[in-house]
T-cell receptor, first 113, second 113 residues
Framework: AQSVTQPDIHITVSEGASLELRCNYS??????LFWYVQSPGQGLQLLLKYFSGDTLVQGIKGFEAEFKRSQSSFNLRKPSVHWSDAAEYFCAVEGSSASKIIFGSGTRLSIRP | KAGVTQTPRYLIKTRGQQVTLSCSPISGHRSVSWYQQTPGQGLQFLFEYFSETQRNKGNFPGRFSGRQFSNSRSEMNVSTLELGDSALYLC????????????FGNGTRLTVT
């Protein structure tokens, strides 16, 4: 069965520092992968997606993610975080059905001034 | 283009009551999915509707039901509410197809007392 693991529940980084959020997936075929961000009291916003092709994907707000099939990973990165990046981040994989997306448990990002 | 609209934003109900939540998808989107988000369980898939038909269903009891209208608007109903139904209910819409990411509304916060 498809699954997504985000091993870090909570991460704190200093403003201006680099960021990497980890995501590992389990899926038999080539996965469709996503990163979403959720600010408090809001819905989820799509940051970026990977379907095929270039394994380094650029997203909004300066985020990027790299698909590594050998490691079953799709880690999210940002070279320099801003206080406004504080939020919860969800990695997701599209399941066997065309319409069902499975989410990881999320990583809460805090920014240290 | 207007985003996904969910109403109401907040609801307070008592145990045993029933509740109906509404979701208006992005214009042109025919797929509507519902998710339950709780601190303990994270984001859990409830069901997905496409062209007025339920296409997928998650592992929730029959007290949770939904429907979709011809204009793609969707409603979700929970009967005989339990304390554990307190959650943020998120609706998401998308185009048809595996390469279509979900676009989320801001959710309805349901509190059951």
């Amino acid at each position: 069965a498809q699954s997504v693991t985000q091993p870090d529940i909570h991460i704190t980084v200093s403003e201006g520092a680099s960021l990497e959020l980890r995501c590992n997936y389990s899926y038999g075929a080539t996965p469709y992968l996503f990163w979403y961000v959720q600010s408090p009291g809001q819905g989820l916003q799509l940051l970026l997606k990977y379907f095929s092709g270039d394994t380094l994907v650029q997203g909004i707000k300066g985020f990027e993610a790299e698909f590594k099939r050998s490691q079953s990973s799709f880690n999210l990165r940002k070279p320099s975080v801003h206080w406004s990046d504080a939020a919860e981040y969800f990695c997701a994989v599209e399941g066997s059905s065309a319409s069902k997306i499975i989410f990881g448990s999320g990583t809460r990002l805090s920014i240290r001034p | 283009k207007a985003g996904v609209t969910q109403t109401p934003r907040y609801l307070i109900k008592t145990r045993g009551q029933q509740v109906t939540l509404s979701c208006s998808p992005i214009s042109g989107h025919r797929s509507v999915s519902w998710y339950q988000q709780t601190p303990g369980q994270g984001l859990q898939f409830l069901f997905e509707y496409f062209s007025e038909t339920q296409r997928n269903k998650g592992n929730f009891p029959g007290r949770f039901s939904g429907r979709q209208f011809s204009n793609s608007r969707s409603e979700m109903n929970v009967s005989t509410l339990e304390l554990g139904d307190s959650a943020l209910y998120l609706c998401a819409s998308s185009w048809e197809g595996k390469d279509s990411p979900l676009h989320f509304g801001n959710g309805t916060r349901l509190t059951v007392t």
